[in-house]
């Protein structure tokens, strides 16, 4: 998901100058696959910048020995991408370019290399990225996108992506994607770098191990972002605002998943004047995310809000602790379980919650902070997701025309 680079998760110098970022720079990222297809194209993003971005070339290929992360490619994979049969695209600011089709095999669940070069760099300092990548990216002064491995005494790596946006599937009608609306947790806050064990990771590994040809056909989405927020904008637009973008103007969507909220109460202050206006917002703007999946067609499965206080409610350990907070959670979550808005119910909060102090997360599921989930917390989240929601309603649902 595309959002505005934050001024400490912009590359270090010599990559980022004074009002120009990336210049005479290869970007080489990995990318994890979710849908089978021989035929795809790349989206490439300048949402945030606030000057064109001029992209010079941009490869792809297989990387090496199929790892996430890595900095070396398998030369025999690669492919030239072009732009409306150009090899170079200016991208103006605010918009983003779609590649011509190319043939390139790509299997779900395995890695792509996109390498970007970038003759000019760009000039500003605001620049469309997504910091929570999970993944490792590499970057190198010259034009290197069809090297076997970068090279070079400047090469340096980060745990961002940037400006890739989505990858395009070419695929028949049978097979649909899952979109997930979310903030650090569906990110993979917690999850280990190169190891795409973010929880929607371990759900896409559970349906296409299933042998079930109706859940193996489905590609995921994962439409999160650090710090996100359901009402107002912060580390990337509020889901509400991005909506249209991420969800309804996506290729194939036929599934949408939302678990979102505890940004929107954990930053509302914890007076119960704020978190009753708080708590009214969500569940309205819940209610509207279901109205415009509906109207589309779509059907639309939320997920409760998961523990984030410290023991004692101790707010000097987790900042958004706090029983005032916590009440609103559960009130939202009331909402989400019985409210009879959403098509389906995904119960995260009884999965990871701490049976004996139900406003943390269990201990064995805390990464740390008592907000985000570890490895093994992702995992039963993962193992718990109704999968048969997608069964049910493989056929959409109705809408307005």
Do not use: C
């Amino acid at each position: 998901m595309p959002q505005l680079t934050e001024p400490a998760n912009l590359p270090n110098p010599p990559f980022n100058t004074t009002g120009r970022v990336f210049n005479n720079t290869t970007i080489r990222q990995t990318i994890h696959v979710t849908a089978t297809s021989p035929h795809i194209r790349l989206r490439i993003s300048n949402a945030f910048g606030t000057t064109a971005l001029p992209v010079s070339a941009v490869t792809i290929a297989r990387p090496a020995g199929g790892a996430p992360g890595v900095p070396a490619i398998e030369t025999s994979t690669l492919k030239t991408l072009t732009f409306s049969g150009e090899p170079s695209f200016t991208i103006p600011n605010g918009a983003l370019v779609v590649s011509d089709p190319v043939d390139f095999d790509v299997q779900a669940g395995t890695e792509l290399s996109i390498s970007i070069f970038l003759a000019n760099g760009q000039v500003t300092n605001d620049i469309t990225s997504h910091p929570g990548s999970r993944t490792t990216s590499w970057f190198t002064f010259g034009n290197q996108v069809t090297a076997a491995n970068l090279t070079g005494p400047s090469l340096q790596n980060v745990a961002h992506w940037f400006f890739i946006s989505t990858l395009d599937a070419w695929v028949p009608t049978a097979q649909s994607t899952v979109a997930f609306v979310g903030d650090s947790i569906t990110d993979g806050r917690g999850s280990d770098t190169d190891k795409n064990n973010r929880w929607p990771d371990l759900l896409f590994a559970r349906v296409h191990a299933s042998g079930d040809p109706a859940l193996a056909s489905l590609a995921f989405a994962n439409q999160a972002a650090g710090g996100n927020r359901i009402l107002a904008d912060g580390l990337g637009p509020n889901a509400l605002g991005r909506f249209d973008r991420d969800v309804l103007a996506q290729p194939g969507v036929r599934f949408v998943v939302v678990f979102e909220g505890v940004n929107d109460i954990g930053v509302a202050a914890p007076t119960q004047a704020a978190q009753q206006a708080i708590g009214d917002a969500v569940i309205g703007a819940l209610k509207q995310f279901v109205v415009r999946a509906h109207a589309a067609g779509l059907p639309i499965f939320g997920a409760t809000i998961t523990p984030f206080s410290a023991p004692g409610f101790d707010a000097a350990i987790q900042a958004y602790s706090s029983p005032v907070r916590e009440a609103t959670r559960q009130r939202v979550n009331a909402f989400i379980r019985t409210g009879g808005v959403f098509d389906g119910v995904i119960d995260f909060d009884a999965v990871v919650r701490n049976a004996s102090a139900p406003s943390q997360l269990r201990d064995d599921f805390n990464s740390g902070d008592f907000l985000h989930p570890n490895v093994a917390g992702y995992t039963a989240m993962a193992d718990a997701f109704p999968v048969n929601l997608f069964k049910q309603f493989q056929g959409g649902v109705d809408g307005w025309a």
